[in-house]
């Protein structure tokens, strides 16, 4: 009788490491891993897509504004180079008798003017601010006044003190087209004529406030002037109390608002 032979089994699953349970989530594990790592949107990738928006953005305002401005027109301090110098070389304080000195007539100094006590670099323009320009009355000095009424050559003072009149409605006068006789319209009692002087009072304020804002912004360089602000004037207490106090010059007087709601 013939010895058996033997035969290995077809069916025997292979031992090889390759088709080995173990191996197989492992490489199931790898391939969501690398996967994960292709899909993660890091900080990074974040800074670099805002980076080139930025970039993108800078180009398409620099062609639109025919190379005058990379931001569309906004001009906030901090995007101007200016400014980050000005911090560098730190804050100036002056007295009034020391601002006077920086009027353009030392060649050697820069040019600064005043606004309500905060103090500007003008350097950039000294065909308006400097010795005979159109404008050189305003340097070395604080004229808050002057900017409001628009009385240069009376108003060069920094006391606001009752310019807020300016601003107020005064009755018409006979002959003016709003002019009503006495018979001819309502008197206001104490109360309402009060009341009025209160509301009038508060909107006249208002555009004092508004009207130094507006030349803090063209000071500032906000509307794309090279200015920029540098300090600030130093003054002793009690110094407005000090000065004589102003009547309305007569432009301003001129230029007050009539009264129609009678």
């Given at each position: 009788?013939?010895?058996?032979?033997?035969?290995?089994?077809?069916?025997?699953?292979?031992?090889?490491?390759?088709?080995?349970?173990?191996?197989?989530?492992?490489?199931?594990?790898?391939?969501?891993?690398?996967?994960?790592?292709?899909?993660?949107?890091?900080?990074?990738?974040?800074?670099?897509?805002?980076?080139?928006?930025?970039?993108?953005?800078?180009?398409?305002?620099?062609?639109?504004?025919?190379?005058?401005?990379?931001?569309?027109?906004?001009?906030?301090?901090?995007?101007?180079?200016?400014?980050?110098?000005?911090?560098?070389?730190?804050?100036?304080?002056?007295?009034?008798?020391?601002?006077?000195?920086?009027?353009?007539?030392?060649?050697?100094?820069?040019?600064?003017?005043?606004?309500?006590?905060?103090?500007?670099?003008?350097?950039?323009?000294?065909?308006?601010?400097?010795?005979?320009?159109?404008?050189?009355?305003?340097?070395?000095?604080?004229?808050?006044?002057?900017?409001?009424?628009?009385?240069?050559?009376?108003?060069?003072?920094?006391?606001?003190?009752?310019?807020?009149?300016?601003?107020?409605?005064?009755?018409p006068e006979p002959g003016?087209?709003?002019?009503?006789?006495?018979?001819?319209?309502?008197?206001?009692?104490?109360?309402?004529?009060?009341?009025?002087?209160?509301?009038?009072?508060?909107?006249?304020?208002?555009?004092?406030?508004?009207?130094?804002?507006?030349?803090?912004?063209?000071?500032?360089?906000?509307?794309?002037?090279?200015?920029?602000?540098?300090?600030?004037?130093?003054?002793?207490?009690?110094?407005?109390?000090?000065?004589?106090?102003?009547?309305?010059?007569?432009?301003?007087?001129?230029?007050?608002?009539?009264?129609k709601d009678l």
């Amino acid at each position: 009788m013939s010895s058996a032979r033997y035969r290995p089994n077809a069916s025997r699953p292979s031992d090889s490491p390759s088709d080995s349970p173990s191996s197989t989530t492992k490489n199931v594990a790898t391939t969501t891993e690398e996967d994960d790592r292709r899909n993660k949107f890091t900080i990074l990738d974040a800074l670099r897509v805002l980076a080139g928006v930025l970039i993108l953005s800078c180009g398409t305002s620099y062609l639109a504004t025919s190379g005058s401005s990379l931001t569309w027109g906004y001009n906030p301090w901090w995007t101007r180079a200016r400014e980050w110098k000005g911090l560098l070389r730190g804050t100036v304080h002056l007295t009034d008798a020391q601002l006077a000195t920086y009027d353009g007539t030392d060649p050697s100094l820069p040019i600064y003017l005043a606004l309500n006590g905060t103090i500007y670099d003008v350097s950039s323009s000294p065909g308006t601010y400097g010795p005979g320009g159109s404008y050189h009355f305003f340097a070395g000095r604080d004229a808050a006044r002057a900017f409001l009424t628009g009385c240069f050559a009376e108003d060069q003072t920094p006391d606001l003190r009752g310019v807020e009149l300016m601003y107020m409605p005064i009755d018409p006068e006979p002959g003016h087209p709003d002019y009503k006789e006495p018979g001819e319209r309502r008197e206001l009692s104490k109360g309402e004529r009060k009341n009025r002087h209160a509301r009038e009072l508060r909107e006249a304020r208002r555009r004092v406030r508004e009207g130094l804002e507006h030349w803090h912004t063209l000071f500032r360089g906000d509307k794309g002037k090279p200015y920029r602000r540098v300090g600030e004037v130093v003054r002793e207490e009690g110094w407005l109390e000090k000065l004589e106090k102003r009547e309305l010059c007569e432009e301003a007087r001129k230029a007050r608002p009539v009264r129609k709601d009678l």
